[in-house]
């Protein structure tokens, strides 16, 4: 009697221990398949509203000859942008070095993947508008030299794209603010231009603060 109950509970323990083993793939297998559903979902969201673009969107694009202009929230325009072998290539500005510079930055590349679809498309479908767009950081470099240059002011929007080698100036008429640019004969053509008043209004006070002066 003692043998039989013996025999049943090992037997019940290994059953037991088979059904485990069986249990953990099964387990493993239905984690990996609602992972890939997720990432699908996530791939299939518009462009034009990606969660992590900090409410910037592509309003607008044209093509001006070889390169391509793009405004974000009908605001912020980005020039002589360039397309080759599906890499988008924005333009170079020289710096106090003579180095050169990308006169913009990415900090989210779904801004990227959201130009390269308005330029396959030939139009683009934002929605995203002014009032959107906030100033989340400023970068600033003192010139330290002699003359109407004051300094250097990198400045982000949304934490989502970076305007680099703004530069604060002084004229007889007091500070201002130029945008990169880059000399074409006699004239500068500039490679970033901001429509809206308000939001140029609220860079330059942004930069001035940050460089100490009023």
């Not at 699908?40 to 001006?64: N, V, W």
């Not at 989210?108 to 934002?126: W, Y």
Request: aromatic share 10%.
């Amino acid at each position: 009697m003692t043998n039989n109950a013996t025999h049943a509970t090992a037997a019940f323990s290994f059953c037991a221990f088979l059904t485990f083993l069986c249990f953990i793939p099964i387990s493993h297998a239905a984690s990996d398949t609602g992972d890939k559903a997720a990432d699908k979902q996530a791939a299939a969201k518009p462009l034009e509203t990606p969660a992590s673009s900090g409410g910037l969107t592509i309003t607008d694009i044209r093509k001006e000859g070889d390169v391509y202009s793009a405004t974000l929230n009908g605001s912020i325009v980005l020039k002589n942008l360039t397309l080759k072998d599906g890499k988008l290539f924005f333009p170079q500005t020289g710096g106090k070095d003579d180095k050169q510079y990308f006169a913009v930055y990415l900090d989210d590349r779904s801004i990227a993947d959201q130009i390269k679809e308005a330029i396959k498309a030939g139009k683009a479908s934002g929605k995203g508008k002014p009032a959107d767009i906030t100033v989340t950081g400023i970068k600033w470099k003192e010139f330290g030299g002699e003359g109407k240059l004051k300094g250097f002011a990198d400045v982000t929007f949304n934490k989502a794209v970076t305007v680099k080698g703004c530069k604060l100036l002084e004229s007889k008429n007091g500070l201002w603010l130029a945008w990169p640019s880059v000399k074409k004969g006699k004239e500068y053509d500039e490679l970033v231009f901001v429509v809206d008043k308000a939001l140029r209004d609220r860079v330059f006070e942004a930069v001035k603060k940050e460089a100490g002066t009023k």
